[in-house]
T-cell receptor, first 114, second 114 residues
Framework: GQQLNQSPQSMFIQEGEDVSMNCTSS?????WLWYKQDPGEGPVLLIA?????ELTSNGRLTAQFGITRKDSFLNISASIPSDVGIYFC??????????????FGTGTLLAVQP | DTEVTQTPKHLVMGMTNKKSLKCEQH?????MYWYKQKAKKPPELMFV???????INESVPSRFSPECPNSSLLNLHLHALQPEDSALYLC?????????????FGNGTRLTVT
């Protein structure tokens, strides 16, 4: 299946550090979403972005919808141990003409050392 | 707790067995999805139902047969699976009154084919 390019693939950081990850595509999306997945569970929505250039925060998380509509960024400030997990970006909208589709990024594994 | 409920949580089946995965949501969402996820990989779209009708089939083998008996239920019937079909199967739903509303995921069924 089709995937978005997400980087970095993994991050190992100290508690309290800030984290940045991004997602890029060769195609335009109308929606960018960021999910977090813990082991044994389904992805949980963190932030949804609907407009190019939009910058949205959810607590310590901030995400931006790129101006070109081909990328998105997620920042986590002052990381804590419970931030551990896999973070996925996802693009949605009129990709390939199928408005119901959501295409996932390759994921970023975050490990936080106390 | 997720509002999308999947049963069973774990399933082990032989290659000649027939089994079904079930998904239920009572949020009034009229789009429901099946995704397949291998370890440390992003979810891959299998099927999408809109208003209880199959709208997307991502060229999934016929040994996987989806069914949407009503607006709250989604089933995935399994028959003659292969060991490589072992994965986490995720159900998701979203409302259709907004073009690109985010997906809400269940916690998945961990399937092992022996």
């Amino acid at each position: 299946g089709q995937q978005l390019n997400q980087s970095p693939q993994s991050m190992f950081i100290q508690e309290g550090e800030d984290v940045s990850m991004n997602c890029t595509s060769s195609s335009i999306f109308n929606t960018w979403l960021w999910y977090k997945q813990d082991p044994g569970e389904g992805p949980v929505l963190l932030i949804a972005l609907y407009k190019a250039g939009e910058l949205t925060s959810n607590g310590r998380l901030t995400a931006q919808f790129g101006i070109t509509r081909k990328d998105s960024f997620l920042n986590i400030s002052a990381s804590i141990p419970s931030d551990v997990g896999i973070y996925f970006c996802a693009g949605g909208g009129n990709y390939g003409g199928a408005t119901n589709k959501l295409i996932f990024g390759t994921g970023t594994l975050l490990a936080v050392q106390p | 707790d997720t509002e999308v409920t999947q049963t069973p949580k774990h399933l082990v089946m032989g290659m000649t067995n027939k089994k079904s995965l079930k998904c239920e949501q009572h949020m009034g969402h009229r789009a429901m999805y099946w995704y397949k996820q291998k370890a440390k990989k992003p979810p891959e779209l299998m099927f999408v139902y809109s208003y209880e009708k199959l709208s997307i089939n991502e060229s999934v083998p016929s040994r996987f047969s989806p069914e949407c008996p009503n607006s709250s239920l989604l089933n995935l019937h399994l028959h003659a699976l292969q060991p490589e079909d072992s994965a986490l199967y995720l159900c998701a739903s979203r409302p259709l009154d907004r073009g690109d509303s985010p997906l809400h995921f269940g916690n998945g069924t961990r399937l092992t084919v022996t």
